[in-house]
C-alpha cells in the first residue's frame, strides 16, 4: 500500500475565505469546490508528508501546517502587502530552511518555508 495523498482540514463555516489566503496569496489552484468544502493543492505533483512535533523548532510554536514554496520572498512580499502579521521569522534555520509563520483567516498557524 502507498499513501498518494495527506490533506489538511480545516472547520469552517465561510469556505470562500481559503480563496484569498491558499489561491491568491500562496498560488495554490482551487481543486474542488462543493459548497461545504473547498480544496486547494497544485495541479503538479506535491508530495505528501505528515509531520509531528513536539515544538516548532527554533523555540517557535507548533505550527498546524506548513507550506513549501518555491520562492519565500515573493511569498512574503505578498503577505506583507495584505497587511498580514508575520508570527515568526522570516529567519534561516540551522536545519536548512528559511521561513515564516503566519495565521491564516481562520486562526491557524502557517510555516510558509524554503529549503536553503
Do not use: C
Request: hydrophobic share 40%; net charge negative.
Amino acid at each position: 500500500m502507498k499513501i498518494k495523498r495527506i490533506v489538511a482540514n480545516v472547520e469552517t463555516q465561510n469556505t470562500s475565505k481559503a480563496s484569498y489566503f491558499y489561491g491568491e496569496l500562496l498560488g495554490l489552484d482551487q481543486l474542488m469546490d462543493m459548497g461545504f468544502i473547498a480544496t486547494y493543492g497544485s495541479h503538479g505533483k506535491m508530495g505528501a508528508q505528515v509531520s509531528f512535533l513536539s515544538e516548532g523548532g527554533s523555540g517557535a510554536p507548533v505550527p498546524d501546517l506548513s507550506i513549501e514554496v518555491d520562492d519565500l520572498d515573493a511569498a512574503l512580499t505578498r503577505i506583507k502587502e495584505a497587511g498580514i502579521h508575520i508570527e515568526y521569522g522570516p529567519t534561516d534555520e540551522p536545519w536548512g530552511v528559511r521561513r515564516f509563520f503566519v495565521r491564516d483567516p481562520f486562526g491557524k498557524l502557517i510555516n510558509i518555508l524554503i529549503h536553503l
